[in-house]
């Protein structure tokens, strides 16, 4: 007497015709899949890459600054010879003196008209004091004439360069025929106008001179010293770290260092908190996804029941039965894995191109989501198979 | 191929004292004590109206239901030891169905259909298409092979049916009704096949309501009330 089987062959073929001969129905049942693992690969690529974005853009500036002030009264210790002592630290790309003078308190300011001995416009403006490696190292750019050097600095030449919105409020718009302005009485020349300073965007609503000629405006002694040092990628916590003593041996602790987060130790920290996150929604939406497999098959057994008794009465187990609806099931959470990862890729990159970042989607995530959708196929399948396994050929037979 | 005469006295099922109870409020007795013997090669039909007992009989016999009470044998073997699956192999080996409803696979060809049991006995996919397709033709449908069951009629859809038992090589052909859904010409034509098929040396049970078929069998038995009432042999001729 031949011994009834069901071979594994049959059962994927089986799988396959039933899969293709009802494509609305397997569309309809992969659908949970198809939305669970496309949601996990939109969900993790969008982490990824947001992360990539994130720490991109923390590492072009921010991670490459750090600022150095002094507290307590009594001499300076952050002086001009300051930037030189920094320079003898390895990863130093380049240090600059900016003062804000007299606390950030404005200054009155006005300008002389287009003829001479004319008054013009008139403001109160913030005077920030920056030396001329100050100015190379917040990245200070002009959009007319140009900026101040070291011997103008140094011979103290009353010179002074406005902030593109100080300039817009005074009516000055080009650096041509020598515009002069008035600080608190004393006369500067402006020698340029400056667009851009991304280290330092305040002095943009401003006025900077240099040291040698803040010297002749009064209460130029308050504020905050500070220098600003730009370093190579990386080097920021240890130069943080080293400056101090660099700056003032006898007494480093006058001396503190903001230094921006290492870019890996915050990649790690938003990639931590966000992975956790991410993992929870995703095991809730493959969930969804195993629970609307099988709830569609478990629909689909009951509609089959004449079938399934039919197969019974032909020589079928009760576990040839599961292992024909098991084997369904999983290859609709493939169907459903594959379609959701290449939608989930799409969405990726389009949401990516929309953003500006660079889509960051891990290799092994194209490969695992399939799988993961042939995982839940294979959960979902457990009861309805079971179900099905128990119909009785006359009970299915007869109705 | 033997013929029919050759072979009876050799006891192919054997009832002995066979019931089924169905429990519940009210238990329900399908099948009273009934003691039976269908032998190799007969023709039996098995008449009564609608609720005596027929299907029940035909479903113990084909070992899709067990019965509650007594010994049913099958070539000697009794069944009431044996578990699933070995009734699961026993019932694809020596019984071949054919129900009244059809049950054909509405997505599967004519020849898919047929092939569908041997799926179950491990036959490789070329040999299935081999033996189903002889099924197919033995039925007179080897022009409709790639046809869906909406393209058949009743009559084509039952021979479908009949072939999908055949291709399993049955010693018994158990029918249920299986004109219940017929036309006359079409019933004439698939009774007039199973006829042909007992001539080549099928065991064949029919259970129906129609007189005129149980006239044309070798033994009819009469059934109501779960029980036999009466037997007899018809004046019946071998098919030459």
């Known amino acids: ?399 | 191929m033997s013929s029919a005469a050759t072979i009876y006295g050799v006891s192919e099922l054997e009832l002995d004292r066979v019931a089924v109870t169905y429990p519940g409020a009210t238990p329900v007795a399908a099948l009273r004590p009934l003691s039976l013997r269908i032998n190799t090669g007969e023709m039996v039909g098995v008449v009564g109206r609608s609720g005596s007992g027929k299907s029940t009989l035909l479903n113990v016999l084909g070992l899709l239901d067990r019965p509650t009470g007594g010994h049913y044998l099958v070539q000697g073997l009794d069944t009431g030891t044996l578990p699933e699956l070995a009734l699961t192999s026993l019932r694809a080996s020596c019984f071949g169905f054919v129900f009244q409803a059809f049950h054909l696979l509405a997505d599967r060809t004519a020849l898919e259909n047929a092939a569908l049991g041997l799926i179950y006995r491990g036959e490789p996919e070329r040999t299935r298409r081999e033996v189903a397709g002889w099924a197919l033709e033995r039925v007179g449908l080897s022009n409709r092979l790639q046809s869906l069951p909406a393209a058949l009629s009743g009559g084509e859809r039952q021979r479908v049916a009949i072939a999908r038992a055949l291709a399993q090589r049955p010693r018994v052909l158990l029918c249920d009704e299986p004109t219940g859904n017929l036309d006359r010409q079409n019933a004439d034509q698939v009774i007039e096949l199973l006829r042909g098929l007992h001539g080549e040396g099928l065991t064949v049970l029919i259970a129906t309501h129609d007189e005129q078929i149980a006239a044309s069998m070798s033994r009819v038995l009469s059934i109501d009330d779960g029980q036999v009432i009466d037997s007899w042999r018809p004046a019946w001729e071998m098919p030459r």
């Not at chain 1, 790309?93 to 003078?101: F, H, K, N, Q, R």
């Not at chain 1, 200054?107 to 287009?114: A, F, K, Q, T």
């Not at chain 1, 098991?326 to 290859?331: A, D, K, P, R």
């Not at chain 1, 799988?371 to 009861?383: D, K, T, V």
Request: glycine share 10%; aromatic share 4%.
């Open chain 1, 1 to 399: 007497m031949p011994v009834s089987r069901y071979r594994l062959r049959d059962a994927l073929r089986e799988a396959i015709t039933n899969v293709a001969r009802s494509p609305l129905r397997t569309l309809l049942t992969s659908l949970g899949a198809l939305l669970a693992v496309g949601t996990v690969v939109v969900i993790l690529g969008l982490g990824d890459s947001a992360a990539g974005a994130v720490s991109g853009a923390f590492n072009q500036l921010r991670a490459t600054t750090v600022t150095f002030s002094e507290q307590g009264t009594g001499k300076p210790a952050i002086t001009e010879a300051s930037e030189q002592a920094l320079d003898r630290l390895h990863g130093v790309i380049d240090a600059g003196l900016v003062w804000t003078l007299n606390d950030g308190a404005l200054y009155d300011v006005s300008r002389l008209g287009p003829l001479y001995h004319t008054a013009g416009a008139s403001s109160t403006l913030q005077v920030v004091m920056v030396s001329a490696r100050g100015l190379r190292t917040v990245g200070a750019a002009v959009a007319n004439g140009r900026l101040f050097d070291t011997g103008m600095d140094a011979s103290h030449q009353p010179v002074a360069l406005l902030g593109s919105e100080a300039a817009s409020g005074l009516g000055i718009t080009s650096v041509a025929g020598s515009p002069a302005i008035y600080i608190a009485g004393q006369r500067f020349t402006v020698i340029g106008i400056v667009r851009a300073a991304p280290l330092e965007p305040a002095t943009l609503a401003g006025i900077i001179v240099p040291v040698g000629a803040a010297i002749d405006l009064p209460d130029h002694g308050g504020g905050s010293r500070q220098l600003i040092v730009h370093t190579q990628s990386g080097a920021a916590q240890l130069i943080a770290s080293q400056g101090p003593d660099a700056i003032d041996p006898y007494n480093p602790s006058r001396i503190s260092a903001a230094a921006p987060i290492d870019p890996s130790q915050l990649r790690n920290q938003v990639s931590s908190q966000l992975t956790t996150l991410l993992l929870v929604i995703a095991l809730v939406t493959m969930l969804v996804g195993v629970v609307s497999i099988a709830n569609v098959t478990l629909l689909s057994v009951i509609q089959r029941r004449a079938e399934i008794g039919l197969r019974r009465s032909i020589g079928a187990a009760p576990h040839h039965i599961a292992l024909m609806i098991v084997s369904e099931t999983t290859l609709v959470g493939v169907i459903g894995g594959v379609i959701g990862t290449s939608g989930g890729v799409l969405i990726t990159a389009l949401v990516c191109a929309l953003k500006g970042w660079a889509p960051a989607i891990e290799p092994t995530i194209t490969l695992a989501a399939p799988l993961a959708g042939a995982l839940s196929g294979l959960l979902a399948g457990a009861y309805p198979a079971w179900r099905a396994s128990s119909v009785t050929p006359i009970s299915a037979l007869q109705r």
